[in-house]
């Protein structure tokens, strides 16, 4: 009677593109809200000294945060706020970038994000919280890290990954047409089930 199972999300392998990650910055792309951290990346990239853009929309609730917390950090040469971006400058973001950093503070249910930078070969530096570890194959897809330091680590490092294998990891495990897959061998179980 088990027929319980995990279905990652997926998407169309023709959303994205891989990019050649010659950008010579790092990406962060969300929403700026308090548990997505874009203050430790900003503090990663400083760190590190690379580039770092931000992509991220500003919800209502969390204008205030912006404005007291986040807007005082911009003011820096290596800190570039894009603000919200549509789909095309989404795939020039993460497929130009050296690396996504996914520094979240909390048990992120997927990070739809992660999955997206994949997708267009660039490598993920994520902190170990929520679904991070199912997503990420380290030394592979990213480097999963628990600190700033360990961070600016995982960055040294990312020269050392392919990014024609993290975007081939992407079309294996996370592309809608493995999605589609594995739900019907979850509705195929149920209807072996005796009632």
Not at 15 to 28: H, I, M, S
Not at 105 to 121: H, I, N, R, T, Y
Not at 128 to 142: F, K, N, W, Y
Request: net charge neutral; aromatic share 8%.
């Amino acid at each position: 009677m088990n027929w319980q199972g995990t279905v990652y999300h997926g998407l169309p392998l023709d959303l994205y593109k891989p990019g050649d990650g010659r950008g010579n910055y790092l990406a962060f792309l969300g929403r700026i809200c308090p548990e997505k951290r874009v203050d430790r990346a900003i503090k990663i990239a400083q760190r590190a000294e690379i580039k770092i853009k931000i992509a991220a929309k500003i919800d209502n609730a969390d204008r205030e945060y912006m404005e007291t917390k986040i807007e005082p950090l911009l003011d820096h040469q290596l800190v570039e706020f894009v603000g919200e971006v549509d789909r095309a400058a989404k795939q020039k973001l993460l497929g130009d970038a050296y690396a996504l950093l996914f520094p979240i503070d909390w048990p992120e249910p997927f990070g739809l994000v992660m999955v997206e930078s994949m997708a267009c070969g660039t490598p993920v530096v994520a902190y170990r919280a929520g679904s991070v570890p199912e997503v990420i194959d380290p030394g592979l897809t990213g480097f999963i890290v628990e600190s700033v330091d360990q961070s600016v680590e995982a960055l040294k490092k990312i020269q050392s990954l392919d990014r024609r294998l993290c975007r081939e990891v992407f079309e294996r495990r996370f592309s809608s047409g493995r999605m589609a897959v594995d739900y019907l061998k979850i509705y195929e179980k149920m209807l072996t089930v005796p009632r």
